[in-house]
């Protein structure tokens, strides 16, 4: 079975500076894709960014970035440029083989600071 | 664009009781999921479906039923309430399968006394 990793239940930053949030998965498969998502405290899941486990570069999206390191199964999210509203819980997420089922981690709140 | 709707955004039942959940989605989206989102854990999937008229068991299936009789709706039922499936419900869509973008509802919080 699929294992999604999220070893820091939460983090703080300051406002403007960037942040690293950890993400380590558990697959046997040679093809998996990787997600995050945000959720506020208003309930909603927001996605940001995927990366594939064929992609060679690293996933941007704006502010969001994903630090692939395949050979050590983790897939962190960085956020530059820390802002008040991007504190929320923050979930990783993975889909492998099939591809009909995610599985997600249990989260990191994210809590931004002046 | 509404995007993914759920209905009802909140409920009490009483153990035993039993209710259905709507979501539906605008998005013309084959595949269709149900997750729940309990305390110190990520969401985890009780039923999807990959298209109208099909449905298939997630990791948490047991004590609730799923139907998809249109392409826009994704219903799931609880037969008879317990107090373990007080929880938050979301519903999400997506075009293909989970490698695919989903897209979620704003949630359903359920509680079961």
């Known amino acids: 079975a699929q294992k999604i990793t999220q070893t820091q239940p939460g983090m703080f930053v300051q406002e403007k500076e960037a942040v690293t949030l950890d993400c380590t998965y558990d697959t046997s498969d040679q093809s998996y894709g990787l997600f995050w998502y945000k959720q506020p405290s208003s309930g909603e899941m927001i996605f940001l960014i995927y990366?594939?486990?064929?992609?060679?570069q690293n996933a941007t999206e704006g502010r969001y970035s994903l630090n692939f390191q395949k050979a050590r199964k983790s897939a962190n999210l960085v956020i530059s440029a820390s802002q008040l509203g991007d504190s929320a819980m923050y979930f990783c997420a993975t889909v492998t083989g099939g591809g009909n089922k995610l599985t997600f981690g249990t989260g990191t709140q994210l809590k931004v600071e002046l | 664009n509404a995007g993914v709707t759920q209905t009802p955004k909140f409920r009490v039942l009483k153990t035993g009781q039993s209710m259905t959940l709507l979501c539906a989605q605008d998005?013309?989206?084959?595949?269709m999921y149900w997750y729940r989102q309990d305390p110190g854990m990520g969401l985890r999937l009780i039923h999807y479906?990959?298209?109208?008229?099909?449905?298939a068991k997630g990791e948490v299936p047991d004590g609730y039923n799923v139907s998809r009789l249109k392409k826009q709706n994704f219903l799931l039922g609880l037969e008879s309430a317990a107090p373990s499936q007080t929880s938050v419900y979301f519903c999400a869509s997506s075009s293909g399968g989970a490698y695919e973008t989903q897209y979620f509802g704003p949630g359903t919080r359920l509680l079961v006394l």
């Open positions: 998005m013309n989206h084959e595949y």
């Open positions: 990366q594939g486990s064929y992609d060679e």
């Open positions: 479906s990959v298209g109208e008229g099909t449905t």
